[in-house]
């Protein structure tokens, strides 16, 4: 049997003719979902009984065939036969897919792995609310009705370092402890539940290496959220969340080597200490998206290129400095700092046009959901 890869389908898995049952009715109504049932019982349903579904002789094959496709996995079973078989899958709480066990009488869905981050525990409650049955989560954040930050940045899409502080962050969140939350911009309100919020601790943001923060000026425990690039000892009692949400415009001359925009984009990265991590697109005019140094940069970066026609950037005319040379060439005023925010829907230019040499580049960030824009500021 070939299972095909399908990260945005709810795998949902049985062993017996009761199971099976189940699995049908659950398909059914939390769409899209795959149905894998014994090969023994195929003969109980005829053609159009099912969407999409097939049918398995070896459990242990299938099992961790469906565990390496799919994103969440739900097991009709009981929860034994599933840790046992999950026994030597696991790999880390951040890539194991969510895996939720559900009795055969449809009562209870066990939240079993990956909860946070893997989806488990909102999987377990949707699975709940069809079968009218009974939730079960038991990741301490959540029986204590408290944040976690794994969980806050699987919500953001952002990235999460050091990794090994997860689990003591989390800790301290659920033992009612005082942990600190910073941010470069407004947080909304119900981000900031559960935490002390603290004001950025930063320099003159004017200076080079703007929204640069020592670790020492933060106070611990802390949660610290923005595409700064800061340097955080493993010792102190610090994560950082670093939203994936920056579009970085690039200008260039016609035939530029691809070390010279590579060089352009890396000085920008260190003067205002971004993290190119957190880099979500590389934007420019739609005439300069033959550019190989261009093409050659998203590659190597593995960050994908979006291109805006002249009508497009045209629009944002007056909003930026402008240069009449640039308009003369290509017939706009400027191509980095609008095709930037173009990418992120007219976001927040952050890093105003940096010419260097024959490289122009800016950087823009979107209004993520989680930012207070009412409250705006110049704290970066």
């Given at each position: ?130 079968l009218n049955g009974q939730a079960v ?215 105003p046009k940096q010419k260097i040499g ?23």
């Amino acid at each position: 049997m070939s299972i095909e890869d399908k990260d945005k389908t709810t795998a949902i898995i049985c062993l017996t003719e009761r199971g099976a049952e189940l699995a049908v009715k659950l398909s059914r109504l939390m769409p899209p979902a795959a149905i894998f049932i014994p090969e023994r019982l195929q003969g109980n349903y005829k053609n159009g009984d099912l969407g999409s579904v097939q049918f398995f002789s070896h459990w242990k094959h299938t099992f961790s065939e469906v565990y390496s496709k799919y994103k969440k996995i739900i097991c009709i079973m009981a929860a034994g036969i599933v840790v046992r078989s999950l026994a030597d899958l696991i790999s880390s709480k951040f890539s194991d897919p969510a895996v939720v066990v559900v009795d055969e009488a449809g009562r209870f869905a066990v939240s079993l792995l990956s909860g946070h981050v893997g989806g488990a525990n909102l999987l377990a409650e949707q699975t709940a609310v069809c079968l009218n049955g009974q939730a079960v989560i038991t990741t301490a954040t959540d029986v204590s009705n408290k944040p976690a930050v794994d969980m806050l940045a699987a919500e953001m899409g952002a990235l999460l370092e050091p990794l090994k502080k997860v689990k003591l962050i989390n800790r301290l969140l659920a033992e009612d402890k005082e942990v600190n939350i910073y941010s470069a911009f407004p947080l909304i309100k119900a981000f900031q539940t559960g935490f002390c919020r603290q004001e950025w601790p930063m320099s003159d943001p004017n200076e080079e290496m703007a929204g640069q923060a020592a670790a020492t000026n933060f106070l611990e425990p802390a949660v610290i959220i923005g595409p700064q690039k800061l340097r955080i000892d493993l010792i102190n009692e610090y994560i950082q969340i670093k939203p994936q949400n920056l579009a970085v415009g690039v200008g260039c001359r016609r035939g530029v080597e691809y070390s010279e925009v590579r060089g352009a984009f890396e000085a920008v990265m260190t003067k205002f200490n971004l993290d190119a991590a957190c880099v979500k697109y590389l934007a420019t005019i739609d005439i300069k998206s033959e550019e190989e140094a261009i093409r050659e940069l998203s590659l190597e970066m593995g960050i994908p290129v979006l291109t805006f026609s002249k009508d497009e950037i045209s629009k944002l005319d007056g909003s930026y400095e402008s240069s009449e040379w640039v308009r003369e060439k290509v017939g706009v005023g400027g191509v980095c700092e609008p095709a930037a925010r173009l990418a992120v829907k007219q976001g927040k230019t952050i890093v105003p046009k940096q010419k260097i040499g024959s490289v122009t580049i800016s950087v823009a960030m979107e209004k993520s959901w989680w930012w207070d824009w009412g409250l705006e500021t110049e704290s970066f």
